[in-house]
């Protein structure tokens, strides 16, 4: 099947804010796709940058033969990324849609193949890997092996093999009849909004597929959202995780009792990484939110409060080790806490 241009086969969605000291590649990258692959389309949404990037784009805009095939919109206030590839949703024609990052690019000769695979596909969901830069240092991202599936059991599969979930978004690409048919989109207003949108995608997918090879280029940059150490920011990042993990209750009652096993897993892994990054925040109304969470895990999941007794040697299977060593942590903190509590009260 042949995309036209009425029809374009892939919309690239790409998110920009505060990118002229990274633009140049960007802007090379986004004309070899255009120019290289001509079933594709790119929308590129600028997040109210103040440092001219929206300018630039549409200069590139407007000297191109492809323009028809790259939409640039620009954003009247600063909403964040969720809010961007929102937008780029709602104007993508393409049948299918991919997201890339400002400060990463696409391998232009494996998205030719990716889009070789697309042209005969019906999955909701195709799973891609990449390649991280990290300084001078180059790793592969892998996606576990997995066999063509519903996305519950992928969802379930990925932990139980891995004990964790490639959630980034950039690492999968989406039909767009599924989008629009179960209104999928990012939560606007929160930082580590990939760890709310693909479990929710995975869970509604009715078939989830892979391609092997390496399509996306991870770069990752100092003050990222993932890399700023700052007080303010981390605690943004500690509210986000704890939204994230509140909002997955919701999809609680899908399914068989196994992905939601896995569901509650994967609420545990957040909650410990927020313990990781940013324990000393964990204080006042914010860590009486955290251990709210962790008592409803615990109460919807009744089955799993045994695996903290059970020895680590006699649980095979990795995400149920994961479990007991989240549960371990996380049962470290609320007796710090208690401590800490009793002796404030004494010297009252």
Known sequence: ????????????????????S????????LSDLLTTHPSIEVIVVDDASPDGSLQLLEAFQANQTFSHRLKVRGKPANQGVSDSRNIGIHMASGQYICFLDDDDLYDVDAIGRLLA?????????IAI????YNGTERTQLRHPEIKTTSGPRYFATSLRQTGGL????????YRRAFVLQHQWQFKVGIIHEDC????????????????SEPVYHYIRRPNSTTTETSPAHMQRRIDGILTVVESLFDEY????RSTQTYLALRQCQLLRYALQIAAPLLTGKTLTRYLNIVDHISDRNPHIKPLRYIPPGLLRNKAMRTFRSL?????RLSQEQQKTRLACAKRV
Not at 3 to 12: G, R, S
Not at 22 to 29: D, H, K, M, Q
Not at 327 to 331: C, E, G, P, S, V
Request: hydrophobic fraction near 45%; proline fraction near 4%.
């Open 196 to 211: 709310l949108s693909t479990p929710q995608a995975l869970l509604a997918a009715h078939r989830v597929s892979q391609f």
């Open 22 to 29: 990274r633009i140049t590649p960007l802007l090379s990258n």
């Open 129 to 132: 890997n990449a390649w991280e």
């Open 327 to 331: 549960f371990k942590d996380i049962r």
């Open 1 to 20: 099947m042949l995309a036209t241009h009425d029809a374009p086969l892939l919309t690239v969605v790409c998110t920009v804010f505060q990118a002229t």
């Open 253 to 256: 009652g899908r399914g068989e």
């Open 117 to 125: 695979t697309l042209s005969d596909c019906h999955d909701d969901l």
């Open 166 to 173: 490639m959630v980034h978004v950039c690492l999968y690409v």
